[in-house]
């Protein structure tokens, strides 16, 4: 090999740490900036942000009939919660305790599966949308034209979505909790003929409103890192139609693995020391 590829080779290889930790910068003060400039997205940009609540959770045009965030997510928390209820049904018949049925989806679906299955939701149709939207806008020089208006683009774009992905995220997790919570008995009482007096008990017992309450907790922090994330991928697009379609794929790759990521820190900032469940009842 020439001494001159070589060099080309060991210059690239000792540049890859540092060009990394320049991407983690560039992501850190994006963030900055894009949480600065929400609230000045909220106040300053209202039409703007309302228009974008309704299409957060009821999806646009064609969309909202079948791609809307609120179906989707919907429907993906009531297959899970149906799921859970026959694998947990038939799981603990096998050691005679299928009445336990209903701790499993007071328990699970709250801590675990609600709140990953919200997640992975919401990065499927709104993150995504967001990030082709902005990569578009950037390949389109719309943003560059922004700019030339004297308007924000970071404070336009990135904080009127910020803002109304976290005020949309409150009804669409209520929604995808109840579902999840319907799926579950239904399968259960309805479709495996366990008592409805049975389920209930257990369900109502181990039901705790103080993990309701950080379940929620959970959701919302994975929003808040879903937009933030989906947002940076789309404004920053570059390449053509196909770097829009790259910037979306990466930007969905990235999300699910934070979805999982704020799951377990969460989990563990919570429940690590100190489980708050007893067996009883």
Known sequence: MPPSSEYARTVNLLRRPVDGLGRVGDHAIFYVRALLGAPVAA?????????????????????????????????????????????GYASLGNIGIEALTGFLAAFINVRISAPVVAGIGLAATFGAGATAQLGAMRINEE????????????????????????????PLYALAVVASFLASRFT???????????????????????????????AFLMALTILLIHTYF????????????????????????????????????????????????
């Open 188 to 218: 259960t009482v309805f479709l495996l003929g366990q008592s409805a007096g049975l389920y209930d008990h257990y369900f109502a017992t181990f039901l705790n409103p103080i993990d309701l309450l950080w379940s929620f907790l959970q």
């Open 143 to 170: 943003i560059d034209a922004l700019e030339s208006l004297g308007i924000e683009p970071i404070a336009y774009l990135v904080g009127t979505r910020i803002v109304a992905g976290l005020i949309a995220i409150t």
């Open 234 to 281: 789309g404004f920053f697009a570059a390449g053509g139609p196909s770097g829009v379609g790259t910037a979306v794929g990466n930007a969905v790759r990235t999300s699910l693995i934070a979805v999982v990521s704020v799951t377990l820190l969460v989990s563990l900032a919570v429940y690590g020391a100190n489980g708050n469940f007893n067996l009883s009842g």
């Open 43 to 87: 106040w300053r940009y209202r039409r703007e942000t309302l228009r974008l609540i309704a299409e957060t959770s009821m999806g646009a045009g064609t969309l909202a009939v079948i791609g809307g965030t609120v179906v989707i997510v919907g429907f993906l928390t009531l297959a899970t919660g149906g799921t859970l209820a026959v694998q």
